[in-house]
């Protein structure tokens, strides 16, 4: 049974940080990316973040380049994600979610599988 439980959220002033964790089950850990992704009030979700489990190669979204860092503890079967230079357009819905089937570069939501429940993340 695939488990993601995400915790970290939280309401934050602009130009604060905030730090995501992904509790992944093992099963989960297995699977060859590892994603964060969001959703805004109103809009459709969005890629944030990837990270193949096996090499740790990193992906990201063009709008959070430079300020946000995925990054895994595997000796924790956890994933997380270092938010720097928070803006109000990053408040939303963030998840955690896996994929055995790719979709990692592109952080093709279609490919992953398991998600977790979500943490909410309020910049104001």
């Known amino acids: 049974h695939v488990q993601l439980v995400e915790s970290g959220g939280g309401s934050v002033q602009a130009g604060g940080s905030l730090r995501l964790s992904c509790a992944a089950s093992?099963?989960?850990?297995?699977?060859?990316?590892l994603g964060w992704f969001r959703q805004a009030p109103g809009k459709e979700r969005e890629g944030v973040a990837a990270?193949?489990?096996?090499?740790?190669?990193?992906y990201y979204a063009d709008s959070v380049k430079g300020r946000f860092t995925i990054s895994q503890d595997n000796s924790k079967n956890t994933l997380y994600l270092q938010m720097n230079s928070l803006i109000p357009e990053d408040t939303g819905m963030y998840y955690c979610?896996?994929?055995?089937?790719?979709?990692?570069?592109?952080?093709?939501?279609?490919?992953?599988?398991?998600w977790g429940q979500g943490t909410q993340v309020t910049v104001s």
């Open positions: 990270i193949w489990t096996g090499g740790g190669t990193t």
């Open positions: 093992a099963h989960a850990y297995s699977s060859y990316c």
């Open positions: 979610a896996a994929s055995t089937r790719g979709g990692c570069s592109a952080l093709t939501q279609v490919y992953f599988q398991h």
